[in-house]
C-alpha cells in the first residue's frame, strides 16, 4: 500500500460527459502527479501541483484540468469526454523531489 | 507523448532464471527510477538512481544507472513467481520540473 489514495477505481460514462477523480496524497506529501495510461500511449504526465500551486503541465488536453485543495487532496476534471479519454488515470505524491509513489488507479470508460 | 525505449517489450522465463532489461532514451537524465506495476494496480517503486554509474540493489534486484546518463538497466537475479509484472524505467531531468519519462515496459512471464 503506496499510502496513496484515489476514487473511484472505475468509471464509466458517456460521451459528451464530465468527471471528476479524486486523489488524496500520502501523510507529509505536498506534491501531488496525474499521469495517464493507456495502451497505445503508455504513462503520460499530465500535471503535477506542489503545495496547491501548478507546478508542471505535460501532455494535459485543454478539455482536462486539476486542481489542489487547501488539506493537499487533488482533483483531476475531465470534460467533453471522448471514447479515445478511456484510460487508466494515476495519481501519485511525493516531497516535491524525484520519488514518486503512485495509488492504485482510476479506471476510465467512455462509451 | 515522449517515451524511453526499453528492450525486450516481452520476457518469457523460467523460475529461478535471471533476467535483464535496459532502457534507452535519446536525453539526458539526472534521475532514473524504475518500478513494477501488477495487473490493475499502479506502479510500485523498486530502486531510484542518482548518479551517472551508480549500481544500486534492492534484494534481488539490482539497478545500474549508465555512464552517459542517458540508459539504465536492471537485473532481477533467481526470478520466483511474484516477479511477473510490467517493469517500466523512468527519468527524471530536475530541470524545473519534476515530470516523469516512462519507458515502454517489459513485461515479465515467469514459464511454470
Known amino acids: 500500500d503506496s499510502g496513496v489514495t484515489q476514487t473511484p477505481k472505475h468509471l464509466i460514462t458517456a460521451t459528451g460527459q464530465r468527471v471528476t477523480l479524486r486523489c488524496s496524497p500520502r501523510s507529509g506529501d505536498l506534491s501531488v502527479y496525474w499521469y495517464q495510461q493507456s495502451l497505445d500511449q503508455g504513462l503520460q504526465f499530465l500535471i503535477q501541483y506542489y503545495n496547491g500551486e501548478e507546478r508542471a503541465k505535460g501532455n494535459i488536453l485543454e478539455r482536462f484540468s486539476a486542481q489542489q485543495f487547501p488539506d493537499l487532496h487533488s482533483e483531476l476534471n475531465l470534460s467533453s469526454l471522448e471514447l479515445g479519454d478511456s484510460a487508466l488515470y494515476f495519481c501519485?505524491?511525493?516531497?516535491?523531489?524525484?520519488?514518486?509513489?503512485f495509488g492504485p488507479g482510476t479506471r476510465l470508460t467512455v462509451l | 507523448g515522449q517515451q524511453l525505449n526499453q528492450s525486450p517489450q516481452s520476457m518469457f522465463i523460467q523460475e529461478g532464471e535471471d533476467v535483464s532489461m535496459n532502457c534507452t532514451s535519446s536525453s539526458i537524465f539526472n534521475t532514473w527510477l524504475w518500478y513494477k506495476q501488477d495487473p490493475g494496480e499502479g506502479p510500485v517503486l523498486l530502486i531510484a538512481l542518482y548518479k551517472a554509474g551508480e549500481l544500486t540493489s534492492n534484494g534481488r534486484l539490482t539497478a545500474q544507472f549508465g555512464i552517459t546518463r542517458k540508459d539504465s538497466f536492471l537485473n532481477i537475479s533467481a526470478s520466483i513467481p511474484s516477479d511477473v509484472g510490467i517493469y517500466f524505467c523512468?527519468?527524471?531531468?530536475?530541470?524545473?520540473?519534476?515530470?516523469?519519462?516512462f519507458g515502454t515496459g517489459t513485461r515479465l512471464t515467469i514459464i511454470p
Open positions: 501519485a505524491s511525493g516531497g516535491g523531489g524525484d520519488t514518486q509513489y
Open positions: 523512468a527519468g527524471l531531468t530536475n530541470f524545473g520540473n519534476e515530470k516523469l519519462t
